[in-house]
């Protein structure tokens, strides 16, 4: 199998580059060598290679330039999609494209699944949904897989900043009234090779039932959930038990809504433009379905992260 990843460079694209390379023929981009702002340039690049799958593990995610830049945003997270996907129909290939729980506006209360409707409350969140519609409509054997609080060692992520923070000052907050699950880069690599191991032997297969289930949208996150503040603590929770040094032990609660009335420099932190879901549980009942193989949850994963990669740093 010939797979293409676009986002090479980043906290996702680099986990999956690590985990396809032994297993399959595999084909990096990262923004210096693929400018998905650039459509002409995308046709162009990757119109010009043979291969199986397309993995799009790039996106524009700083949720606040969103707001103010509407247009690269939606260039990036919705046209771009759009092209990659009629590029891998040109290769009788398949897309696996990444999206977020931003596409909800977090007023549910239980985890949601892939039938519930997208109703983003952000710029990012909706280029995000035009992205994801765009895929679907191109080709009906694309799989968009919505993932949440992504971290892993390849970029900095909001786990990395609270400790951090925790390194230099003993006092450390954290908002205490936004949910969903923090998710492992690791184990999203681990997830979709179980994904394309099954499409592959369907697609194979002489029954005649190809990869028919593996299409249209897939949730995948580490199980249960939590806050901000609660993520942040077992953070810095495990990092003691790692003999990593912290000044700040214990982690306050912020609410939601003073984000947005932070003035500049408040504790360090900006205030945010752009509108946060409250919730954004990710049901995986179906990827567990799908898969026979429920991910760990997200405390396991998180000190098995701090265990292996950050308190080497």
Known sequence: MKIVVVGAGGRLGAALIRE????????????AQLDLSNLKGLRENVGAITFDVLINAAAFTNVDA??????HAFRINAEAPAVLAEICNENDAKLIHFSTDYVFDGEKH??????????????????????ERNVLAVGEKHL???VSWVFGPDRPSFVDA??????????????????STPTYTQDIAE??????DDWSRRASASDGLGAGRLHGILHFANAGKCSWQEYAQWALDCCRDAGVSLKGTTVGALKLS????????????????????AY?????????????????????????YITHFYSKK
């Not at 396809?20 to 923004?31: E, Q, T």
């Not at 997830?191 to 394309?196: E, F, G, K, Q, S």
């Not at 954004?280 to 098995?304: C, F, G, M, N, Q």
């Open 258 to 277: 003073e984000m947005t009335h932070l003035r500049q420099g408040s504790g360090g932190q900006a205030p945010w433009v752009a509108r946060r879901p």
């Open 280 to 304: 954004s549980v990710l049901s995986i009942a179906k990827y567990t379905e799908l898969t026979s193989a429920p991910p760990r949850t997200w405390r396991e994963a998180v000190a098995d």
């Open 20 to 31: 396809f390379r032994p297993k399959y023929d595999v084909i990096g981009f990262d923004h």
């Open 66 to 71: 969103c707001e103010t830049k509407r247009d």
């Open 110 to 131: 239980t985890p949601y699944t892939e039938e519930d409707q997208a109703n983003p409350i952000s710029a990012y969140g909706e280029s995000k949904v035009a992205g």
């Open 144 to 146: 968009v897989v919505r």
């Open 162 to 179: 609270m400790i951090k923070r925790a390194q230099q000052d003993e006092k450390v907050d954290a908002i205490a009234d936004k949910f």
């Open 191 to 196: 997830m979709l090779a179980r994904v394309l």
